[in-house]
């Protein structure tokens, strides 16, 4: 079984940089990518980006390229969240996810953190 | 905007069957997956592929694909089903994944 632990919140001011973290326990051989989900306040689900936990490599949603950094550790199994300067509008929840690849087509996140509730105020 | 496009609300008598739709993808070469959220909970995943429930998901719960219209169904609904259920896929680019903006089922 694989758990996702991520801090539960943080609470920043305009401008200030940021990063959240999501650690992997448990059958960490089955963690390859995680992913980002970002959830504003009575609204949908997000798909921000992914991680290979094994290469680093990246793939951005294109609303969210440039405006956000996904990084991984390996030695430490855990995934990286990161902004330079936030603005109150990043103010959301923020899942990370297990991403799957079952085929070449089929793409499913079947473990999730309890995610993070991200506060930018002054 | 979501490139996919799910009905923002449905209801369903309680025992009785629904269907959550999810339009606007190519599912038959991008394959789907469904989600269900309550309230402050972190999602759940129901529903992925064609029609595979992962472990723990009830069987209550199918899926079926036509066209680009992919569909949860839910036959029985009890009122543990109630909340909000996310479509997700790739976009039309291939590169990405993509969320519907969500549909919110009441179990009367």
């Known amino acids: 079984e694989v758990q996702l632990m991520q801090p539960a919140i943080e609470v920043k001011k305009p401008g200030e940089s940021l990063r959240i973290s999501c650690q992997v326990s448990g059958d960490t051989s089955t963690v390859n990518r995680i992913a980002w989900v970002r959830q504003m306040a009575g609204k949908g689900l997000e798909w921000m980006g992914v991680v290979n936990l094994r290469n680093s490599g990246t793939t951005y949603s294109p609303s969210f390229q440039g405006q956000v950094t996904v990084s991984a550790d390996r030695s430490l199994m855990t995934a990286h969240l990161q902004w330079t300067s936030l603005k109150v509008a990043d103010t959301a929840v923020y899942f990370c996810?297990?991403?799957?690849?079952?085929?070449?087509?089929?793409?499913?996140?079947?473990?999730w953190g309890a995610g993070t509730t991200v506060i930018v105020s002054s | 905007s979501s490139e996919l496009t799910q009905d923002p609300a449905v209801s369903v008598a309680l025992g009785q069957t629904v269907r959550i739709t999810c339009r606007g993808g190519?599912?038959?070469?991008?394959?789907i997956s469904w989600y269900q959220q309550k309230p402050r909970q972190a999602p759940v995943l129901v529903l992925y592929g064609k029609n595979n429930r992962p472990s723990g998901s009830p069987d209550r719960f199918s899926g079926s694909i036509s066209g680009n219209t992919a569909s949860l169904t839910i036959t029985g609904a009890q009122a543990e089903d109630e909340g909000d259920y996310f479509c997700?896929?790739?976009?039309?680019?291939?590169?990405?994944?993509?969320f519907g903006g969500g549909t919110r089922l009441t179990v009367l």
């Open positions: 996810a297990r991403q799957r690849q079952l085929t070449t087509v089929l793409y499913y996140m079947d473990v």
């Open positions: 190519s599912f038959e070469r991008h394959h």
């Open positions: 997700n896929s790739r976009d039309s680019s291939g590169d990405h994944l993509v």
